[in-house]
């Protein structure tokens, strides 16, 4: 089973460009998620999707990032402009849809730095 | 805030040893508890999973739940070296997101 599919592995941009990772979450997944990650902390969820919707997010800074899963199936995460602080690691994660227990399932990551 | 508290280490055990790693959360209504391992570079792996009181033994790992204590703990028996990297605690309410503690680094010295 193939798992979750995350596109660029590294990114290097200068602040205030634009920048957009993929997603592509394990097959049959229905929840997927974006966290970030700083060196030396656990990961942060920015948000939640089930299927199509974000049913959470609130910790999404919402000025500068979007999201966006429009078949249900895989993800684009976007920051427009970036700043020097967005140099972390955006993780996917995703799980199944009825997964009581909610494990998650996490991809290689994208890691970013903003010069 | 919830939060989920661990010990950033380094813990340092030798070969063969037995690495007992721990983490204590705040919220109460915590239904779900994970230990994931995270190799430097790397994303993190989901290693065990438990939701219930007691001990759940998978291989030379034994995680262990205390729910009045609010305490998870993963131990690992036979360490080696290759288990060299950060562990991860998480927890879960029942709709609430996963949150994660800051991870233990542990060194397996050969």
């Known amino acids: 089973e193939a798992g979750v599919v995350q596109s660029p592995r590294y990114k290097i941009i200068e602040k205030k460009q634009p920048v957009a990772f993929w997603c592509n979450p394990i097959?049959?997944?229905?929840?997927l998620y974006w966290y970030l990650q700083n060196l030396g902390q656990g990961p942060e969820l920015l948000i939640r999707y089930e299927n199509e919707e974000a049913v959470d997010d609130s910790q999404l800074p919402k000025d500068r990032f979007s999201a966006e899963r429009l078949k249900g199936v895989d993800s684009t995460l976007k920051i427009q402009p970036a700043e020097l602080g967005d140099s972390a690691v955006y993780l996917c994660a995703s799980s199944p849809e009825l997964a009581q227990f909610n494990e998650q399932f996490f991809g290689p990551g994208t890691r970013l730095t903003v010069l | 805030q919830k939060e989920v508290e661990q010990n950033s280490g380094p813990l340092s055990v030798p070969e063969g040893a037995i690495a007992s790693l721990n983490c204590t959360y705040s919220?109460?209504?915590?239904?779900?508890f994970f230990w994931y391992r995270q190799y430097s570079g790397k994303s993190p792996e989901l290693i065990m999973s438990?939701?219930?009181?007691g001990d759940k033994e998978d291989g030379r790992f034994t995680a262990q739940l205390n729910k009045a204590s609010q305490y998870v703990s993963l131990l690992i028996r036979d360490s080696q070296p290759s288990d060299s990297a950060t562990y991860l605690c998480a927890v879960k309410g029942g709709n609430t997101p996963l949150v994660f503690g800051k991870g233990t680094r542990l060194s397996v010295i050969a």
């Open positions: 919220d109460r209504g915590s239904q779900s």
């Open positions: 438990i939701y219930s009181n």
């Open positions: 097959s049959g997944h229905n929840t």
